[in-house]
């Protein structure tokens, strides 16, 4: 039988017999750190082990890189949005309970001799409550999810959260007024002039994220 190339020759005492017999590292880092140290060992011509990147699971043991923190306008702003919605919605709670007094006012400011259905007017004035209250109910909500897409650096969040505070400011001053309708449409200023800082254009690019 012919003899083994001397440069191909196994070394006495690390074949790959013995190789495949060592024993386990604890974890997978440490037994790509022993084979690369057993690899060095091995004289020239010698099957190196593959790098330690092939190895399956590797690179989800490195650290993922630290997301990128949001300014602080722009998480006052997500704060805000939030406080907003609830003062809004309170609002609709407070109109709630205090409907009897706009069926009283409706009453009085009927013209003298005009008949009036009371029963209907109040069904109206259930209705219009109600429908105010899950209007604010949605609108919090809305307004709440795409503060929170914004608080990630979406463009496109940005600009709907703008234009749905915009909608908010016509709602609250130009149909129903009221003490909370005025502190969150303030709230809602605040917070848009929050979102268009210098200081968040760089957490805004122009190429933003998708929705």
């Not at 039988?1 to 440490?30: H, I």
């Not at 709670?93 to 029963?119: C, E, M, N, S």
Request: glycine share 6%.
């Amino acid at each position: 039988m012919a003899e083994k190339d001397d440069n191909t020759a196994e070394p006495a005492g690390l074949t790959s017999e013995n190789l495949a017999k060592s024993e386990p590292a604890p974890n997978e880092a440490e037994q790509v750190e022993h084979v690369e140290e057993q690899a060095k060992e091995l004289p020239a011509g010698f099957p190196k082990a593959p790098p330690a990147a092939s190895y399956p699971g590797y690179m989800q043991n490195a650290a993922e890189p630290p997301k990128e923190q949001a300014p602080g306008p722009v998480r006052a702003a997500f704060i805000l949005t939030i406080v907003a919605s609830l003062v809004l919605l309170i609002g609709q709670v407070v109109t709630i309970f205090f409907k009897q007094q706009l069926v009283d006012q409706a009453v009085k400011a009927t013209p003298p001799g005009r008949k009036l259905d009371l029963a209907q007017l109040e069904s109206n004035a259930t209705t219009l409550v109600w429908a105010l209250f899950v209007g604010a109910l949605c609108f919090g909500i809305i307004m709440v999810l795409f503060a929170y897409k914004a608080r990630e650096g979406t463009r496109s969040a940005r600009t709907v959260v703008t234009m749905l505070a915009l909608l908010g400011l016509v709602f609250q001053l130009g149909l129903v007024r009221s003490v909370f309708s005025v502190v969150s449409s303030l709230l809602l200023v605040i917070l848009v002039v929050l979102l268009y800082l210098p200081s968040t254009k760089d957490f805004f690019p122009k190429v933003g994220k998708k929705l």
